[in-house]
């Protein structure tokens, strides 16, 4: 059994959606769905997850899992759209709790909104296995990007979200809060102790000038040529490297409305009483 991968690209984000499937009995998971957003009018459309959904039914897919890697921050989740079209579980890693309870603290967000976890429909253990038709999957931590960051191993694809980026573009920024360097390489020397053969996909491509973007690549390419974490790089020079790096580094540009609508698995703030939904800008308070 080979799990069939079909991606998406999300040009202004650079983000990479997946359609995972069995090609035997149709079942499928759907990996970092894309909301499109406007930041400078606050309007939303579904460009992206219309392709996703034209793509499952043509393929006669049925979708068991919506699954996100982490509560991003350059791009809003998709997840609550699509299961509303095609249901599906929505599924994160359990620490999703640690980053709820950072950013309602940060964004001073209503005292309903629970930290538990509650707006998903499945919490991922560490180690955790489950099924996507007859391919088997599994879970495992990778903190160091943010505390609830997860891989999904399906069959013989590891899905590691923000963790890895292709070779030649290294590894995640640590310096969001929970975030830390010496926890990502360990979370990385785990998911590259998996054997070289496995497919390896990332969930964003920022591609240097001449390459286009690609989003697979394997675990013995990583192994041999990331240019952050190669073999023989040390824990201590990865901390030194991502360290000095990210104190150089700008914000992502969607991170105000994306932390506020992830952390919620997709789904807005309540309406106020005039019907419209708002969000929350801190200012100097990060």
């Not at 999904?152 to 590691?160: G, P, R």
């Amino acid at each position: 059994m080979i799990a069939q991968v079909r991606p998406f690209f999300d040009k202004t984000t650079g983000t990479y959606t997946y359609v995972v499937y069995d090609g035997v009995s149709r079942r499928a998971a759907i990996i970092d769905p894309v909301l499109d957003y406007d930041h400078r009018s606050g309007r939303t459309h579904t460009t992206s997850c219309d392709a996703v959904i034209a793509f499952v039914g043509q393929e006669s897919l049925t979708v068991d899992w919506i699954l996100e890697t982490h509560a991003h921050a350059d791009h809003l989740s998709g997840a609550v759209l699509l299961k509303g079209k095609m249901a599906g579980k929505i599924g994160i890693g359990a620490n999703i709790s640690t980053v709820q309870a950072t950013f309602k603290r940060i964004f001073n967000l209503e005292s309903a909104l629970a930290v538990d976890g509650s707006q998903f429909d499945r919490l991922f253990a560490d180690g955790e296995e489950f099924q996507v038709g007859e391919l088997a999957a599994r879970t495992y931590a990778v903190p160091g990007h943010t505390p609830a960051c997860v891989a999904y191993h399906i069959d013989d694809s590891l899905f590691v979200g923000d963790t890895l980026f292709m070779p030649d573009c290294g590894s995640a920024r640590c310096d969001f809060p929970g975030g830390d360097a010496r926890t990502l390489y360990r979370s990385i020397r785990r998911l590259l102790s998996q054997p070289e053969e496995t497919r390896l996909f990332v969930c964003h491509d920022y591609p240097p000038a001449g390459r286009d973007a690609q989003c697979e690549t394997t675990v013995g390419a990583q192994r041999a040529a990331n240019i952050h974490v190669h073999d023989g790089i040390s824990e201590e020079a990865f901390v030194t490297m991502r360290s000095t790096r990210d104190k150089t580094l700008d914000m992502p540009l969607l991170i105000i409305p994306a932390i506020q609508v992830n952390i919620r698995a997709g789904a807005w703030p309540a309406a106020e009483e005039n019907g419209t939904v708002y969000l929350k800008i801190p200012i100097d308070a990060w």
